[in-house]
């Protein structure tokens, strides 16, 4: 039987080994009314990389963010959908609304979060369920859930992961064009001492048409680096972190929600099978 050739991808992932996994696919180019400083949706399908480029790369789900500006032009707010798909079909979702600061951070200030799973059975799990609401009170961050009110750690030059998504598309396309601050995993962990920075221009051909797309990079302690990739009227086409990539994409909750069912149909199979094979 001959073997299924296995060819490492061997470099790190940029928008053209993206290109070449066919991971980038339909990328919406078309954006010449988009305003970072507005309202807008943007909607990432999330690609998983395992390290091979003829299979094993995959689709696990999406992140939906969504701009609002505040009436006083001192504050907007982030509303956070996101949806990761596990083994057999487990579904992790999170959704957060957070009212951040109108600075170069878009520092969040108060945010309520919840975290849920439903099972390859497609039942909900509340044991694993969480929800939290959040506010920033000086250098402390108060964290109020259901059970308890506890205080974390907190920092003057905060902002989130979601929340660089919306920071990093109103930076200057501009060499000294930085940013330094801590960052909220998740709205949660707090890793210092981060450095964002301009990297200038990189062009790749994508769906058969020539772009160059502005380059910034992210370097810190306690996360993996951030690179994240905009056209000319700033809006984020692709964020990569190490193996996994966010790619702009509005039909990506469709799959999501099909490759859930998908999984969890194909469990419900193994089982009936495994319960047929005992009953022998």
Known sequence: MAKTKRTIVGSPLTPTMLEELGAIGELPLRSDDFDPDGNWVNTYRVWICHGYRESGN????????????????????LKVDQQIVNYEGALHSVHAGIRCLNNRLASPVR???TSSFIGPDGKRRRELGTEEKVQIKADAIEVETD?????RKGSTQLTSDWCLFDAVQRLA?????????????????????????YRGLYPININ????????FSQLG????????????HHRLLMAITLSRAYI???????RTKLIAETQRRLFQQRQETNKGGKSK
């Open 208 to 215: 058969g048409k020539d772009l160059s797309l502005h380059w």
């Open 58 to 77: 995959e689709e696990v789900g999406h992140l939906r963010i969504e701009r609002t500006s505040g009436k006083s032009g001192k504050s907007f707010t």
């Open 111 to 113: 945010w309520g979060l």
């Open 221 to 232: 302690h306690g996360l993996l680096p951030y690179d994240y990739w905009l056209d000319e």
């Open 173 to 197: 396309f501009e060499q000294d064009s930085s940013l330094t601050f801590d960052v909220l995993e998740g709205l949660s962990l707090l890793r210092q001492g981060h450095h964002l920075s």
């Open 248 to 254: 702009l994409d509005d039909k990506a909750p469709a």
């Open 147 to 151: 059970r308890r009110t506890f205080k």
